[in-house]
């Protein structure tokens, strides 16, 4: 599996669809066995889906160069290989979607309410074109990415462990809880409504028509958990047992506005990335670049899922070349993705190293695994020598 092509497919879209847009969980040093661990729970997935009471044991050696908590989806791509490696043991094939699904879903039994994205790009990527993800159903569209650049990876050396932090999880609840006062405030059921996009789809109206919405719904002010109740018109008890996830129960005030003002408008740029993308323009680099400099500008201010390094990072990729930069992954820590043209790559490459990692001693040490240009390349497969 081509590790540090893996991430490209997905990036490019800006990777910020509503809810639990993003899925990397910090790498497993548990064992198979382990009923808590998620490449376990792939195990038990795929017993129950075949019915399988004795599977076929396994001796796994693992090997790769992505460092850990860097935003690259490593541990996604080993819950893949994982699937792919039982599956073949055992004789037992299923769609690259069938995958896709299963395995996001033993990924939240470590406690991130994270979405598909990285395990879908895993298996549905193919070589030289991006992908546009969507879900429910799943599905995959080519996109081809304009020529004259070079998408390049800069990792800020800053490690983010979702499953040891709150961050994630509250921002997937931010979201949840603006869906459900949008949908009360239109007479939608709001009872059964989880995600921003079922808003959108169930009124029918586009994603500017949503932003709208937004801004004549909610306030910019955070929202209390009891304001939360009063505008839902149930009790705090019905909020934790019935809304709130199980780790997130002490928090008492929760950004909605900015969070849902981020994914409708984060997805209206997926969308003009595709659609600049399918028409191919004369000015088409910068015109996705400027989408993906917006979208780090909204990643920072309305989710608020960077940090000072990413935006440091950020600013020196720009400064020495790069059309639109910004950052990638969960956030918090972890990597850029930058839009470079090809011929200033080399000297690109260069002046990020000199301002960035040559001036600190830790960064210095991980500096061949942290900076590379990087292309689309193919999804998970399985080598079998004759």
């Given at each position: 599996?081509?590790?540090?092509?893996?991430?490209?497919?997905?990036?490019?879209?800006?990777?910020?669809?509503?809810?639990?847009?993003?899925?990397?969980?910090?790498?497993?040093?548990?064992?198979?066995?382990?009923?808590?661990?998620?490449?376990?729970?792939?195990?038990?997935?795929?017993?129950?889906?075949?019915?399988?009471?004795?599977?076929?044991?396994?001796?796994?050696?693992?090997?790769?160069?992505?460092?850990?908590?860097?935003?690259?989806?490593?541990?996604?791509?080993?819950?893949?290989?994982?699937?792919?490696?039982?599956?073949?043991?055992?004789?037992?094939?299923?769609?690259?979607?069938?995958?896709?699904?299963?395995?996001?879903?033993?990924?939240?039994?470590?406690?991130?309410?994270?979405?598909?994205?990285?395990?879908?790009?895993?298996?549905?990527?193919?070589?030289?074109?991006?992908?546009?993800?969507?879900?429910?159903?799943?599905?995959?569209?080519?996109?081809?990415?304009?020529?004259?650049?070079?998408?390049?990876?800069?990792?800020?050396?800053v490690e983010m462990n979702k499953a040891a932090t709150?961050?994630?999880?509250?921002?997937?609840?931010?979201?949840?809880?603006?869906?459900?006062?949008?949908?009360?405030?239109?007479?939608?059921?709001?009872?059964?409504?989880?995600?921003?996009?079922?808003?959108?789809?169930?009124?029918?109206?586009?994603?500017?028509?949503?932003?709208?919405?937004?801004?004549?719904?909610?306030?910019?002010?955070?929202?209390?958990?009891?304001?939360?109740?009063?505008?839902?018109?149930?009790?705090?008890?019905?909020?934790?047992?019935?809304?709130?996830?199980?780790?997130?129960?002490?928090?008492?005030?929760?950004?909605?506005?900015?969070?849902?003002?981020?994914?409708?408008?984060?997805?209206?740029?997926?969308?003009?990335?595709?659609?600049?993308?399918?028409?191919?323009?004369?000015?088409?680099?910068?015109?996705?670049?400027?989408?993906?400099?917006?979208?780090?500008?909204?990643?920072?201010?309305?989710?608020?899922?960077?940090?000072?390094?990413?935006?440091?990072?950020?600013?020196?990729?720009?400064?020495?070349?790069?059309?639109?930069?910004?950052?990638?992954?969960?956030?918090?820590?972890?990597?850029?993705?930058?839009?470079?043209?090809?011929?200033?790559?080399?000297?690109?490459?260069?002046?990020?190293?000199?301002?960035?990692?040559?001036?600190?001693?830790?960064?210095?040490?991980?500096?061949?695994?942290?900076?590379?240009?990087?292309?689309?390349?193919?999804?998970?497969?399985?080598?079998?020598?004759?």
């Amino acid at each position: 599996m081509h590790l540090k092509t893996l991430r490209t497919h997905r990036l490019l879209w800006l990777c910020c669809a509503p809810d639990g847009y993003r899925t990397r969980y910090p790498d497993c040093s548990r064992t198979c066995t382990d009923s808590s661990c998620a490449t376990g729970k792939y195990q038990f997935f795929i017993l129950e889906h075949f019915g399988l009471n004795n599977p076929t044991g396994m001796n796994c050696l693992l090997d790769g160069t992505i460092p850990p908590s860097s935003g690259l989806s490593s541990s996604s791509a080993l819950v893949c290989c994982a699937g792919l490696v039982t599956l073949r043991a055992n004789g037992k094939t299923l769609s690259k979607v069938e995958l896709a699904e299963i395995c996001t879903k033993s990924e939240r039994y470590i406690g991130t309410e994270g979405g598909g994205m990285d395990q879908s790009i895993s298996f549905l990527a193919e070589e030289g074109t991006a992908k546009l993800i969507e879900f429910n159903p799943l599905r995959a569209t080519d996109v081809r990415l304009p020529s004259g650049a070079a998408f390049v990876i800069a990792n800020s050396c800053v490690e983010m462990n979702k499953a040891a932090t709150s961050h994630y999880n509250i921002r997937v609840m931010e979201c949840r809880l603006a869906t459900k006062l949008l949908s009360k405030s239109k007479g939608l059921d709001w009872k059964k409504m989880l995600r921003l996009h079922d808003v959108q789809t169930k009124l029918g109206v586009s994603l500017e028509e949503m932003l709208t919405i937004v801004e004549e719904v909610l306030h910019p002010e955070p929202y209390s958990t009891e304001e939360i109740c009063k505008c839902l018109g149930i009790s705090l008890e019905e909020l934790r047992s019935q809304i709130l996830s199980q780790n997130i129960q002490d928090v008492s005030t929760f950004k909605l506005y900015q969070r849902a003002k981020h994914v409708y408008s984060e997805a209206a740029r997926v969308l003009e990335f595709q659609k600049i993308c399918s028409k191919a323009p004369a000015n088409a680099l910068q015109l996705l670049g400027e989408l993906m400099n917006q979208s780090h500008i909204s990643c920072r201010e309305m989710y608020e899922c960077s940090c000072p390094e990413l935006d440091r990072l950020v600013d020196i990729c720009l400064q020495f070349g790069a059309i639109g930069s910004r950052l990638t992954g969960a956030g918090w820590g972890g990597c850029t993705v930058s839009m470079v043209p090809t011929d200033k790559l080399s000297m690109f490459l260069k002046n990020v190293k000199k301002s960035y990692y040559q001036t600190d001693g830790q960064r210095l040490a991980g500096e061949n695994n942290s900076l590379f240009a990087t292309k689309p390349g193919r999804g998970a497969l399985v080598f079998v020598e004759a």
